[in-house]
């Protein structure tokens, strides 16, 4: 087994060798971009990648009704692998080195594959993407968790990709820039800012966890905490909602959430301008439209322009925990989403960018913000700040939150909201569209709190 201070040996070397140069510039200055005379669309002269397109949201009800906004339609379904592989009956990881025009801190721990069509096709004429057969071409191996998930539903258009984990038995070439890690190597990695990519950990989510058996040997030394964990992530454990409970209250909020989606012109869209360049909101908040050339070492392909979604603020998700019965259990709300592909799916107890609420009403505000950002230190079992997608997100971060607190039934009095365990958060992702992007990323950094100490492999 590698040790991690030979990995960051490795890291520290490849911040040598690979890196992404990026340079703003206008969008109308973008090579190969353009957008359409009559709406604005931005796309690719190829026809590939993604679009950058204008949609009015209508939600009656909600404390705001109606806005407009720009939004990612890339409606190819990406590939996001990771290779397994046991060495003296441990497995490991293939990871990858990769370096994001959107990282802030250059290169982050990727998946063995992190691919779009496009790019796995070749559409931008650079080079093969290594390792791709093992996922196209899956029957040959063990697959270990294949399904589609959705990716941000606030700047993506009913955006999937394929997650996928694929266990081998033979050999594997080991290519430069790739690292086999352990799965307690890779949680440990969760706990430093800006390393482990949101591709690697939306698939960490997905991978089925071993626990250990209840009161294992290895057990006796764990805090409380702890062990109520390590419960929470085993079949049968004590559950507050039963799965059939859980599947009823997800499809009648669903059949209930009343969210209209529809196109409008990128060109004059309501609340927002073209100003030195860029697509603004009025506000000065959320987000701006950007172009950005980009310059390489270690990619596929060594220089090229793109627009890019460039958030303002950071953004916040908590995930509340408590103990009922000895099980841990995490709370969770319905969350309606611009871009989901079926109105609403599994969101963490918290997810906002609190500096918006400064310019939206009041009823807008999270029921649990102080909740989770007014914790105690000794209640915050997580704090860390994650980058997310660095292929089209331009330096946007998110403060990872896990905060316990005793169990208070008046928590989940909301209708949107339910106690519910890893465990069953684990069985949901065994489909798609259950639980979303955020969720995903925070139950990665709980199943760490697990897993670092505990023997926990694939199964």
Same mark, same amino acid.
């Given at each position: 087994m590698r040790s991690l201070e030979e990995f960051y040996r490795a890291l520290d070397?490849?911040?040598?060798?690979?890196?992404?140069?990026?340079?703003?510039?206008?969008?109308?200055?973008?090579?190969?971009?353009?957008?359409?005379?009559?709406t604005g669309t931005i796309r690719h002269h190829r026809g590939g990648f993604?679009?950058?397109?204008?949609?009015?949201?209508?939600?009656?009800?909600? /404390?705001?009704? %109606?806005?407009?906004?720009?939004?990612?339609? +890339?409606? &190819?379904? #990406?590939?996001?692998?990771?290779?397994?592989?046991?060495?003296?009956?441990?497995?490991?990881?293939?990871?990858?080195?990769?370096?994001?025009?959107?990282?802030?801190?250059?290169?982050?721990?990727?998946?063995?594959?992190?691919?779009?069509?496009?790019?796995?096709?070749?559409?931008?004429?650079?080079?093969?993407?290594?390792?791709?057969?093992?996922?196209?071409? /899956?029957?040959? %191996?063990?697959?270990?968790?294949?399904?589609? +998930?959705? &990716?941000? #539903?606030a700047w993506f258009l009913r955006k999937r990709n394929r997650n996928m984990v694929v266990e081998v038995q033979g050999e594997v070439e080991l290519l430069h820039g790739f690292h086999w890690l352990t799965l307690p190597q890779l949680h440990r990695l969760l706990a430093q800012d800006d390393l482990v990519n949101m591709d690697t950990r939306s698939v960490l989510a997905c991978l089925p966890l071993i626990a250990p058996e209840p009161e294992h040997e290895r057990d006796r030394d764990r805090d409380e905490f702890t062990m109520a964990l390590l419960r929470s992530c085993r079949p049968g454990s004590p559950t507050r909602h039963s799965e059939q409970n859980l599947l009823s209250w997800i499809t009648d909020t669903r059949v209930r959430t009343d969210l209209s989606v529809s196109g409008v012109p990128l060109t004059g869209l309501p609340g927002w301008r073209r100003v030195e360049g860029r697509i603004s909101?009025?506000?000065?908040?959320?987000?701006?439209?950007?172009?950005?050339?980009?310059?390489?070492?270690?990619?596929?392909?060594?220089?090229?322009?793109?627009?890019?979604?460039?958030?303002?603020?950071?953004?916040?998700?908590?995930?509340?925990?408590?103990?009922?019965?000895?099980?841990?259990?995490?709370?969770?709300?319905?969350?309606?989403?611009?871009?989901?592909?079926?109105?609403?799916?599994?969101?963490?107890?918290?997810?906002?960018?609190?500096?918006?609420?400064?310019?939206l009403p009041p009823a807008a505000r999270p029921p649990l913000l102080d909740e989770v950002l007014g914790a105690p230190a000794s209640a915050v079992r997580f704090d860390t700040v994650q980058s997310e997608e660095g292929g089209r997100f331009y330096h946007a971060r998110t403060r990872h939150l896990i905060v316990e607190t005793p169990y208070r039934p008046e928590l989940a009095e909301h209708p949107d909201f339910r106690w519910v365990t890893p465990h069953q958060l684990s069985g949901l992702l065994r489909h798609s569209h259950y639980v979303s992007m955020e969720a995903r990323s925070l139950l990665a950094c709980l199943h760490s709190l697990a897993t670092v100490s505990s023997p926990a492999g694939v199964r």
């Open positions: 070397d490849a911040r040598e060798r690979m890196f992404t140069t990026v340079e703003r510039v206008p969008l109308d200055a973008l090579a190969g971009w353009s957008a359409d005379p009559a993604f679009t950058v397109e204008g949609v009015r949201v209508d939600r009656p009800g909600h /404390p705001v009704d %109606h806005w407009s906004q720009p939004i990612i339609n +890339q409606p &190819e379904i #990406g590939i996001l692998g990771i290779l397994v592989k046991e060495f003296d009956g441990v497995p490991h990881c293939l990871m990858q080195l990769k370096a994001e025009p959107g990282n802030c801190d250059g290169i982050q721990v990727s998946p063995t594959v992190q691919a779009t069509r496009s790019n796995y096709l070749r559409v931008h004429g650079g080079n093969p993407v290594p390792y791709l057969e093992y996922f196209r071409e /899956p029957s040959r %191996h063990r697959v270990v968790a294949d399904v589609r +998930q959705s &990716e941000q #539903g909101h009025d506000s000065g908040r959320f987000f701006d439209v950007i172009g950005v050339q980009v310059t390489a070492a270690g990619r596929e392909v060594a220089r090229w322009d793109q627009p890019m979604i460039a958030p303002y603020g950071m953004g916040v998700v908590g995930l509340l925990v408590t103990r009922i019965d000895g099980v841990l259990h995490a709370l969770v709300q319905l969350r309606a989403e611009v871009g989901y592909v079926d109105a609403v799916e599994l969101a963490p107890t918290l997810q906002c960018v609190p500096e918006n609420y400064d310019v």
